[in-house]
């Protein structure tokens, strides 16, 4: 039976105090910047293309201290690249006190029509967003201590698991709103291009503001039961097939 609801924010609170009941200055995590995580993606069992995850920096941010550069990548290659070209680049800039977003931006190619979303995060409750580069900014409330969607994969990569807990975390994408509620199952292994790796199974149910589900954003990640809490593999349902993000490369 899954346990109570936990949310990551209370999590993150205790990891950034220090064995001694001091605040520390930043959280520890397990990634560092250099972190190059490669994957094949594949379509309903076909290879379609590839994808990474970089910690590309630390660099300062408007508000002051330092933040890590986070890019995710993605894009189709061979026969299903040259049906349909895209690309796709997702980067946010996270927080290293407090694992929290400052900015976050989605730059997408589809056959040559390129799109910039960015979402600003302005205070704890509140962001701006730009659903194209040249639309004006829309500013509106969010709940607080939200992630992006890239953001949150790392912010989960710190924290300890335990089986059956449900990590609640709400999470802003654009103009669209949730709440995902991570339950996790135990370690279980997992066939992957570094080998056969126990990692933990993360399935995030998530719903809107008014706590209606959301169907069509279902997803499962699993992360590796050790020190390095790498995504070893992400699968997610699409309308036609399910596509898969499966490591098979690491460096830095």
Not at 103 to 109: K, M
Not at 114 to 120: E, H, I, Q, S, Y
Not at 236 to 249: D, E, F, N, P, Y
């Amino acid at each position: 039976m899954p346990g109570r609801l936990i949310p990551v924010v209370i999590l993150l609170a205790a990891l950034k105090a220090s064995p001694q009941g001091q605040s520390r200055s930043e959280i520890p995590v397990p990634f560092h910047v250099g972190e190059v995580l490669t994957y094949d993606v594949t379509w309903s069992s076909l290879t379609a293309g590839t994808a990474t995850l970089t910690v590309k920096d630390r660099r300062p941010i408007a508000h002051g201290g330092l933040a890590y550069d986070i890019v995710g990548e993605g894009k189709l290659t061979g026969l299903f690249d040259q049906l349909y070209h895209v690309y796709y680049k997702a980067e946010s800039l996270l927080d290293t006190r407090a694992l929290q977003p400052s900015i976050f931006t989605v730059y997408s190619d589809e056959r040559g029509r390129t799109t910039l979303r960015t979402t600003r995060f302005l205070s704890s409750t509140s962001v701006e967003y730009e659903p194209t580069a040249s639309a004006p900014p829309v500013k509106y409330s969010i709940p607080a201590l939200s992630q992006d969607p890239l953001s949150a994969i790392y912010v989960m990569r710190a924290i300890a698991f335990k089986p059956g807990q449900v990590l609640v975390m709400p999470v802003v994408d654009g103009s669209d709103v949730y709440n995902a509620k991570w339950l996790v199952s135990a370690p279980e292994t997992v066939t992957t291009g570094l080998g056969a790796i126990s990692a933990w199974r993360l399935t995030p149910t998530l719903v809107d503001a008014r706590g209606k589900p959301i169907t069509n954003r279902q997803a499962t990640i699993w992360m590796s039961d050790d020190a390095r809490r790498l995504p070893v593999k992400l699968q997610a349902a699409l309308g036609v097939g399910s596509v898969s993000l499966t490591l098979v490369r690491t460096s830095g």
